[in-house]
């Protein structure tokens, strides 16, 4: 099997004796796939990664890139 979809560069690569990894309450990403709650409010939230993932799904099926924030229009792949 290929791979096609990552962990939005969040992925980290354990030793073989490493099980877990320290958790962090700061959340980082690329504006146009941050939750507008976290983007405007900086309310974070486990469903972050769910609107996310989502975004990425709205790329692949319209074969467009997401860069709406910047320019929200009727077009925008968000503005439904």
């Known amino acids: ?4 979809i990552s962990d939005f560069g969040m992925a980290k690569l354990f030793a073989r004796d ?3 990894a320290t958790s962090t309450t700061n ?3 690329t504006f146009g ?3 507008p709650e976290y983007a405007i409010d900086r ?3 486990v469903k972050s990664d769910v609107f996310s993932f989502g ?3 709205l790329e692949i099926i319209a074969g467009k890139r997401n860069n709406e924030f910047l320019y929200y229009n009727e077009e925008s792949l968000l503005f439904y």
């Open 1 to 4: 099997m290929v791979p096609k």
């Open 18 to 20: 490493e099980t877990e």
């Open 27 to 29: 959340m980082v990403g």
């Open 33 to 35: 796939y941050m939750p």
């Open 43 to 45: 309310i974070c939230s």
């Open 55 to 57: 975004v990425l799904l």
